[in-house]
């Protein structure tokens, strides 16, 4: 297989803050450096990408040293947080913007989908605008006319297409657009989370078509998200980046792995959550101690039909009229699966000054696999973040049930939980 | 330096710009939809649909012809004082609105610019465009008003001078888009120029030859009026139509040289601004 995007240590430097009088004298420093053949100096102090902590440079690398290949054929998930630089990656290989740094190759023609719908005019009617989406995503005429029974097809609006877009219904005015965006020729897809637009069926449709362009058609595809899931449906290889550097790239499995553990809060033997764990929050309070437990002892194995429980610890620092306390059981994707909060009706609770501890039973049996925790408390009248940790402990229901009565025989897993349910069989 | 294996090549250090002539032809689609959308959502809603190009240079022409023809007194060089007017006016509509749009080409399309490549220059070009098709229709009412005193008088002549005018139409148009793409290009990250433009526009209005003709202007005026890069294409503009006033080769000289280098400038400042002008605008 040959490659068809070689990446050489591209990055990318943003200038923080605004732009004004200040930032034009800084240019022409840097302007007089360049002049007389020296280096950038204020690329020489930039810093990586870190929102959290309040740097000395206004200069940050959004990418630094990003070198990969991908061949021909792959389709590779790229996963990271908010601002490790996954759309600055795609920006950059989209060509709508330029690197500091570094050298890109491509080989074959590339469309890239940074959004759907892009140059869209509202007076136009839906005719008329996919014809224009489609020449600025770089298709000919001729090519859209072809093709255009199949885009009005695949998009469900048929009825108003030669009504001006701007009396679409958000939903219809997402399908037309990625309609035309799916019909796109091209050696190579880049797809930005578009996806996360529109309802579960067409999503589903969105999906369907992006799986059978990159396994059937043996496109190149590049697609970034947030959403694990559909990583590892679509994609073979996977590139995990963090604060502008490449952590890790290989197959999807293992780094998505990579990622999630990269992001679990690691606990001292008893249970104690070390500071700092906090994805954010205002800090009013901290969860300090979470364990799960098997009759009152901490236990990470639970046979298929074990109820576990939760002991968790909490440090409020002041009073809290309104918090919302919340558990979220995740599964190894870091999907949640059900939220547990101490009241029924998910109202807030008063917490006074002081430490808490809550004692969790939860009454559900959960399918055999691996789970782990997010633990969240947030104001219920602004529904701002107190406290938020992500993968918090590990999980484990093996397939067997303590007394081999409750075997569990596929490999695979079909749920999560296990619920009643009342079956009545009748031959008829 | 072209290596034929690959089909795109972003390298940090290439500084030049990157549309070239093969980008700009294969999207030629692009354009004529461009121009298509900007002609169709112009008159969407209106009852008078594309009459509305030929009100405004009549509206216009009243007036000045009222101000500077009636009050002031101006002379029209010999040429009925409606068409000097409406023809003067139809000149600088088409190069500031040509010129206003374009330099603000990077900002308005900052939303389609920071999604999707294509050729930057193809939305430049397209605002020639659609501009040139609202000219059309504008010289179509000169003409009319033109073979009016062609039956009525001998105040106006068909001259083979005719010929030029695609020749002064595409030099004004290549101006006021040379100057407009330099402006985008510095006001991408520095807005000061944006801020001056509507005064410049004024300014460069009343030091070219719309509302006077060279003819009437003496002293250090004259020079300043000629510096203009607009006035020689003002003039040429009614000399091809009229056949009236003459044209010194100096300045038609000057007008080629001035248009080649306001226009070099202008494409060359655009093509470096235009690769990182997202992050900035």
Redesign the interface.
């Known amino acids: 297989m040959s490659v068809a995007i070689q990446i050489n240590g ?2 990318k430097a ?2 923080l803050g605004v ?1 004004n009088t200040g930032s ?1 004298s800084s ?1 022409l420093i840097r302007w007089w450096a360049l002049k007389r053949g020296k280096e950038d100096p204020y690329l020489q102090i930039a810093e990586e990408n870190d929102r959290s902590s309040l740097g000395s440079s206004n200069i940050v690398w959004s990418l630094k040293d990003v070198t990969f290949n991908i061949l021909q054929g792959d389709s590779v998930g790229v996963m990271g947080r908010n601002g490790a630089g996954k759309s600055t990656l795609l ?2 290989l ?17 469309a ?1 989908l ?2 759907v719908g ?2 869209f ?1 509202p ?2 009617t839906g005719r ?1 605008n996919i ?2 989406n489609g ?7 001729q090519e859209i006319k072809t093709k255009f029974d199949e885009i009005v097809a695949f998009s469900g609006v048929e009825r108003y297409i030669d009504t ?1 877009v701007k009396r679409y219904s958000s939903g219809m005015y997402v399908r037309l657009a990625f309609a035309v965006a799916a019909h796109l020729e091209s050696d190579i897809l880049i797809v930005d989370e578009v996806l996360a637009v529109g309802d579960v069926e067409f999503q589903k449709k969105c999906m369907g078509k992006m799986n059978q362009l990159g396994k059937s058609n043996g496109r190149t595809i590049l697609f970034v998200s947030h959403n694990m899931a559909a990583i590892k449906s679509l994609c073979k290889q996977a590139l995990f980046l963090e604060k502008g550097k490449v952590k890790s790239f290989g197959e999807t499995g293992t780094i998505v792995n990579d990622y999630l553990s990269a992001y679990s809060v690691r606990q001292a033997g008893d249970g104690a959550i070390p500071c700092g764990s906090s994805l954010h929050g205002t800090g009013e309070a901290r969860y300090t101690r979470f364990q799960i437990c098997k009759n009152g002892n901490g236990c990470e194995d639970f046979f298929f039909g074990e109820k576990p429980s939760l002991l968790v610890h909490m440090e409020v620092y002041q009073h809290i009229s309104d918090a919302v306390v919340g558990v979220h059981l995740v599964n190894i994707y870091g999907e949640k699966i059900m939220m547990m909060t101490p009241d029924k009706n998910y109202k807030s609770v008063m917490l006074e000054k002081g430490s808490y501890q809550f004692s969790i039973e939860i009454d559900e049996i959960l399918m055999p696999g691996e789970y782990s925790f997010n633990l969240a408390v947030s104001k219920y009248n602004t529904g701002s973040d107190i406290d938020y940790l992500e993968s918090v402990g590990t999980l484990r229901v093996l397939r067997d049930s303590i007394d081999h009565e409750l075997d569990y025989p596929w490999a695979t897993i079909h749920g999560f939980l296990k619920p009643q349910s009342i079956w009545d069989i009748k031959r008829i | 330096m072209e290596d034929p294996q690959w089909d795109v090549v972003i390298d940090a250090k290439e500084s030049k710009g990157r549309s070239s002539f093969k980008d700009l032809w294969r999207y030629r689609d692009l354009l004529w939809l461009l121009v298509r959308r900007d002609f169709v959502s112009f008159y969407k809603q209106t009852i008078l649909g594309p009459i509305w190009f030929l009100i405004q240079p009549i509206f216009t022409a009243a007036i000045y012809l009222f101000v500077f023809g009636n009050l002031a007194g101006l002379s029209s060089d010999g040429i009925p004082p409606p068409l000097f007017y409406i023809s003067g006016i139809t000149a600088w509509t088409y190069f500031s609105e040509t010129l206003v749009k374009t330099s603000g080409v990077l900002r308005d399309n900052a939303s389609i610019f920071g999604k999707v490549y294509f050729p930057r220059l193809i939305m430049p070009l397209s605002i020639i465009f659609s501009n040139l098709f609202r000219l059309g229709i504008q010289l179509m009412l000169i003409f009319i008003i033109m073979s009016y005193y062609l039956i009525t008088s001998d105040l106006v002549i068909i001259t083979p001078a005719i010929f030029l005018l695609p020749f002064v139409i595409i030099v004004i148009a290549v101006q006021s888009v040379g100057i407009g793409l330099f402006v985008s290009a510095i006001t991408s990250k520095y807005r000061d120029l944006a801020l001056l433009l509507g005064f410049g526009l004024q300014l460069l209005m009343f030091t070219s030859t719309v509302v006077y003709p060279l003819s009437g202007v003496g002293g250090i005026f004259k020079l300043i009026v000629a510096a203009n890069p607009l006035s020689f294409a003002i003039e040429l503009f009614r000399f091809s139509m009229f056949g009236k006033g003459t044209i010194p080769i100096e300045g038609l000289l000057y007008l080629c040289g001035i248009t080649t280098t306001i226009f070099m400038l202008g494409l060359i400042s655009f093509n470096r601004a235009e690769k990182t002008f997202v992050d900035t605008i």
Request: charged fraction near 20%; hydrophobic fraction near 35%.
């Open positions: 591209i990055s943003y200038q732009i034009f240019d920006k950059i989209s060509q709508v913007t330029h690197p500091t740094t570094g050298q890109i190759k491509i080989k074959g023609k590339v890239s940074l959004e892009t140059g005019h007076e136009l008329d014809f224009l020449a600025i995503l770089g298709m000919r005429k001006p």
